[in-house]
């Protein structure tokens, strides 16, 4: 059969839409359908239930009325009868539809114009579909583009096949943009929104600068060196730790490049930024000193439960190691994962003077003795009256200047005291109402009892505990805008570790009856913006094929 012009240019048309827009044609050719649908409707009437097929092939358009197959009829425009149907085909059964050939016909300017609407929105609408699936796949790349317009600070970006923002805030201080300048940036987040998918792209990203490094240095591209963990403060300074997989090869010198010609390309692309490339090692304390360079550390002191760090460092570096308004020591802190306490070696000194004269003024009062002897158990290493009442006596006899008969006696006043203070610290805890059901909580003691019964939320019962979470008793650390806030929970000065907090609120769940040891049980390992340059782009084209559609 001959294939009429207007049929073919409908093809023609298709296909050059589906090329422009980069969808697939069977899209624009069911879009086509659709509004020669909607444009037949307002003809034969909005109930009534057109189709329209168009042969992909020939561009012939088939138009349908589909009528349901009904024991009754009760309008002719949407209902057949059985028998009717069967005249029609032999097989219809009710509940069918059957189509009902309509004739050609002109659909006129302002049905034209309406269909128009309709491609013009479905092309749109498959457009972004298909931007939001190859960009979602992109998030972590890096991507080329052109400035297209710069809006209160923002830089929209045109990269080709779709258009991104740099917001404000993402854009390196003091760096400015004009329109058609090239702009390197970093896809961060792509997210699809009424208006079209919206791509983040972002130059102040601490994976911006790592992926700036891969490709500038083919090591870390082949996977030789890795990079474990990056800091930034935009515009000023960064640090980047690496590690090499092959002992042949020097991480750091590899990342600098010869004459610092690798680093120097990232230090361009990031406006002068300067980079401190650090080595990685699996070991805090070690990673922690090299974070901390250039300034020199005399001594550190890890606290892996609270996941904090001191760090001592000669008195001549200290300004060295915090840095500008803190920012060597803030850096090292985020490359890290580790609260850095920055101190003197004099504050250091002082410090631990005062917790000596704290400690030996306890066991003078607490165990009645001079303060000669307070202070030689202090140096011993004994800070607290539970050691020197439950260590093996051996311990404390071994003491310059004690024997086994002091020792003896050293523990009984010691355990007589915390005998007393247990006393007084139940007395307190029945005062302020604590159930005796949270002694059954292995490792919660009577002052641990006493300042959860004393806190806002006033810990008493065993639901009480149950209900609560780890970060209650032990507090948290929250870091915002570069700086660290330490909140305080309930057992602060306990020395008690997330572990154990877990376990004991557990226990009380379990106690109280809320969880059994089956729901403990381990699960399953496999558990399973140019709107109207589009418009116009399609316009013409669709009005044409609507007014000759049919002829």
């Not at 307002?42 to 349901?68: F, H, P």
């Not at 093996?392 to 006899?397: G, L, N, S, T």
């Not at 970060?471 to 915002?480: C, F, P, Q, V, Y």
């Amino acid at each position: 059969m001959a294939v009429s012009a207007n049929k073919l240019e409908l093809i023609q048309i298709a296909d050059a839409v589906a090329r422009e827009k980069s969808i697939d044609k069977s899209i624009v050719i069911d879009a086509m359908a659709d509004a020669i649908q909607k444009a037949a409707k307002s003809r034969y009437g909005a109930d009534t239930n057109i189709r329209a097929d168009i042969n992909e092939k020939t561009g012939v358009i088939k138009l349908q009325r589909l009528l349901e197959v009904v024991e009754e009829v009760e309008d002719f425009a949407v209902q057949i009868d059985l028998k009717g149907a069967l005249e029609q085909n032999a097989e219809a059964k009710l509940g069918d539809f059957i189509g009902e050939p309509l004739p050609p016909m002109d659909f006129g300017r302002i049905a034209a114009q309406s269909a128009k609407q309709v491609i013009v929105q479905k092309v749109r609408d498959a457009e972004r579909d298909r931007q939001f699936e190859v960009f979602k796949n992109r998030i972590g790349e890096i991507v080329n583009g052109t400035v297209k317009r710069v809006e209160y600070g923002n830089v929209i970006v045109d990269l080709g096949t779709g258009e991104a923002i740099i917001r404000r805030d993402e854009l390196i201080p003091r760096e400015a943009y004009r329109y058609g300048d090239r702009v390197r940036a970093y896809i961060f987040d792509v997210r699809r929104e009424q208006r079209g998918p919206q791509i983040f792209l972002s130059r102040t990203h601490p994976q911006f600068m790592a992926k700036l490094f891969q490709m500038e240095v083919p090591e870390i591209y082949d996977n030789i060196i890795e990079i474990r963990s990056v800091a930034r403060d935009p515009g000023s300074r960064a640090k980047i730790a690496v590690v090499s997989n092959d002992t042949s090869v020097d991480p750091v010198g590899a990342c600098v490049g010869m004459r610092g010609s690798r680093v120097q390309a990232v230090v361009g692309e990031l406006q002068g930024e300067k980079i401190d490339i650090i080595p990685w090692s699996p070991d805090a304390a070690s990673f922690i000193v090299n974070a901390l360079q250039p300034a020199e550390v005399a001594k550190v002191v890890l606290d892996e439960d609270a996941a904090r760090i001191e760090v001592v460092v000669p008195d001549d570096q200290l300004s060295l190691a915090i840095g500008r308004r803190g920012q060597n020591v803030r850096l090292a802190s985020q490359l890290t994962g580790w609260d850095i306490d920055i101190m003197t070696e004099q504050e250091e000194s002082d410090r631990r003077q005062a917790e000596f004269t704290e400690t030996s003024n306890i066991f003078c009062e607490a165990l009645d003795v001079d303060e000669l002897v307070a202070q030689l158990l202090a140096s011993e290493g004994f800070s607290n009256l539970e050691e020197v009442a439950y260590v093996d006596v051996e311990e404390i006899a071994e003491i310059e200047g004690f024997d086994e008969t002091l020792a003896g006696e050293l523990q009984v006043r010691a355990r007589e005291y915390l005998e007393r203070q247990e006393a007084k610290l139940d007395e307190e805890r029945k005062a302020l109402g604590i159930s005796d059901d949270l002694f059954a909580i292995s490792g919660l003691t009577t002052a641990m009892l006493v300042a959860m019964g004393k806190s806002d939320d006033k810990i008493l019962t065993l639901e009480d505990f149950a209900g609560s979470v780890a970060d209650d008793l032990i507090g948290w650390t929250e870091r915002k805008d570069g700086e660290t806030t330490r909140h305080p929970g309930y057992l602060d000065k306990f020395e008690v570790s997330r572990v154990d907090a877990d376990e004991m609120i557990m226990a009380a769940r379990l106690k109280a009856g809320w969880v059994t040891e089956e729901d403990l049980a381990p699960a399953a390992e496999d558990d399973a913006e140019a709107e109207t340059a589009e418009e116009a782009d399609v316009e013409p084209v669709v009005i044409n094929v609507i007014e000759g559609a049919a002829q």
